[in-house]
């Protein structure tokens, strides 16, 4: 199991999506389907972090095409001061989403403490678009780009760290829909992108065998940014952007195992559990037992 004291932070946050009910997600990934209970199972040493203070409305930042751009900026900037200050302490940070627009405030707060920050993207999308390129304005499908440098200025400077990570160092693992701008900067920067056509033709398995030795020669610390809309629909139903033919039960869990195997991880997220569109807490119960898998639990 993993070493570290895992310290959780609940971002209940979901203003970046263009469906709510994402900011419900931490508390029933909590409560209603009991990870900490679960983390006492496996005897990992866990604590609360600092609360995020979600803004309930802030004055309107003009830009655009950015939708909810003041909110987004005040729960990142939050988050950012907490993972640095837990990352400081020598503590894992798991950040409890919230839509994916959270992952700006993970990656600035990771940056600071990492020059060469490895990130893992588990999604269905690619989230590399910016306010002028993004079909409906929501930061939640623009945030891997922010950290990339890409976008939204106010957002691309967090904690005054421009870009946070490099192309090179990014992985995104289940896409299958991705909008032609990202498909264009993807290629361009040659970012590495298996989408489920490769996951299909070569296997879960070799792709994570693939991404883990790159990441381990190229990266000082890696981050798990896991979208629950990567496993397929049938699988993970409560969520807000269902894309179908996604990565079935055993492909998302075997990944998270390797990758604790690797020995290489440093920090995670889980975002985009939607409860209000989930059936019988099927999705939050999913991605209970997906971050069980990431921290070391074994089937033997």
């Known amino acids: 199991m993993i070493k570290q004291s895992v310290s959780i932070v609940s971002v209940p ?19 209603a ?7 006492s199972e496996l005897q990992i040493s866990y604590k609360m972090a600092k609360d995020i203070q979600v803004p309930q409305y802030l004055p309107t930042i003009q830009t655009s095409n950015a939708k909810y751009l003041a909110e987004v900026h005040e729960v990142t900037r939050q988050l950012g001061d907490i993972v640095a200050d837990i990352t400081a302490a020598g503590d894992f940070p798991l ?17 600071e403490h990492y020059a060469n920050l490895g990130v893992i993207w588990f999604d269905a999308h690619s989230d590399l678009n910016t306010e002028n390129t993004s079909p409906s304005g929501n930061i939640h499908g623009m945030s891997l780009g922010v950290s990339l440098g890409r976008g939204i200025p106010l957002l691309a400077n967090l904690r005054g760290i421009y ?7 990014v992985a995104i693992i289940g896409a299958r829909s991705l909008d032609p701008g990202e498909k264009s900067y993807i290629r361009s920067l040659g970012i590495k992108c298996y989408t489920m056509h490769d996951v299909d033709r070569i296997g879960i398995s070799r792709i994570m065998d693939k991404v883990i030795h790159h990441m381990r020669q190229s990266t000082d610390g890696l981050h798990i940014s896991f979208d629950i809309d990567s496993v397929d629909p049938r699988e993970a139903p409560g969520t807000g952007t269902p894309v179908i033919g996604g990565l079935s039960y055993r492909e998302a869990h075997l990944a998270l195992e390797l990758l604790y195997q690797s020995g290489l991880v440093t920090s995670a997220e889980f975002v985009e559990v939607n409860p209000s569109l989930d059936h019988n807490n099927q999705t939050a119960k999913l991605a209970v037992d997906l971050i069980a898998s990431l921290l070391g639990e074994q089937i033997l």
């Not at 946050?13 to 409560?31: C, D, M, N, Y």
């Not at 389907?33 to 983390?39: A, V």
């Open 95 to 111: 950040v409890l989403g919230g839509d994916h627009s959270i992952s700006i405030g993970t990656i600035a707060g990771l940056a």
């Open 13 to 31: 946050f979901g203003k970046g999506a263009g469906v709510s009910g994402a900011e419900l997600g931490p508390r029933h990934i909590l409560q």
């Open 33 to 39: 389907s009991g990870l900490t209970r679960k983390l």
């Open 163 to 169: 870009p946070k990570i490099k192309p090179e160092h």
